[in-house]
């Protein structure tokens, strides 16, 4: 059973920046075989995919933190990052880490992921 770990949530100011990861586990695949993103869901609001890495890793972004989001992996760690540059409040939500085996043809979709971890919580104060 795989197993999503977040971490690294937390209170900022605006213009500030964060690093959450997700130690992932227990994958039946090989971990090089996995698509893996983050996610966010704000209050009142859908879960919305903002960035992901495919086996190959090929990268995408939400138009919303393109630029100022960076996806990263330490395969060594079977660890995901993602590197929060120059904060906005509307930032503000729950951050999920996801995987799914192989490739994906909608790599931000939330119906594509199998694994989902619980959540680690972001609060940019304006």
């Known amino acids: 059973q795989v197993q999503l770990v977040e971490s690294g949530g937390g209170s900022v100011q605006a213009g500030g920046s964060l690093r959450l990861s997700c130690a992932g586990s227990?994958?039946?695949?090989?971990?090089?075989?996995?698509?893996m993103a983050w996610f966010r869901q704000a209050p009142g609001k859908e879960r919305e995919g903002i960035a992901s890495?495919?086996?190959?890793?090929?990268?995408n972004y939400a138009d919303s933190v393109s630029g100022r989001f960076t996806i990263s992996q330490d395969n060594a760690k079977n660890t995901l990052y993602l590197q929060m540059n120059s904060l906005k409040a509307e930032d503000t939500a729950m951050y999920y880490c996801?995987?799914?085996?192989?490739?994906?043809?909608?790599?931000?979709?939330?119906?594509?992921?199998?694994?989902w971890g619980q959540g680690t919580q972001v609060t940019v104060s304006s």
């Open positions: 996801a995987a799914r085996a192989g490739s994906s043809y909608s790599p931000l979709s939330e119906s594509t992921y199998t694994y």
């Open positions: 890495m495919n086996p190959r890793g090929r990268t």
């Open positions: 227990g994958y039946t695949y090989s971990r090089y075989a996995m698509s």
